[in-house]
C-alpha cells in the first residue's frame, strides 16, 4: 500500500516535537476533512496514534526533567506550571 497522501518519509521517532506536532495536526485536519478512502484514512488514523503517544511521552519526559530542575536542598519541591508567570 502507497502512504497516505501528504505524508513524508522521516519516521515519528526521528522527527523533533514541533514537527511532530505539526504532522498530527495535518493528520487531523486531513481526516477531519472526510475525503479519504477508508484505507487512507486508517493508515493516517494509525500514524496519528504513533505521533500522538511519541508526543506524550516527551512531554512527560519534559515534566521529568522540571521536576528534576526545582530540586531545593535536597528535596523535590513540586510547583505547578504557570503558564501566566504569576506567583499563586
Request: proline letters at 6%.
Amino acid at each position: 500500500m502507497a502512504d497516505p497522501p501528504g505524508s513524508d518519509a522521516a519516521s515519528p521517532a526521528s522527527l523533533s516535537f514541533e514537527s511532530a506536532l505539526e504532522r498530527l495536526e495535518a493528520i487531523v485536519d486531513r481526516l477531519e476533512g472526510g475525503d479519504l478512502v477508508l484505507e487512507d484514512a486508517l493508515a493516517s488514523f494509525e500514524e496519528g496514534v504513533r505521533l500522538s503517544r511519541q508526543l506524550s511521552e516527551q512531554l512527560s519526559s519534559a515534566e521529568r526533567r522540571v521536576d528534576q530542575l526545582l530540586k531545593e536542598g535536597g528535596q523535590l519541591l513540586v510547583k505547578p506550571f504557570d503558564a501566566e508567570g504569576e506567583e499563586p
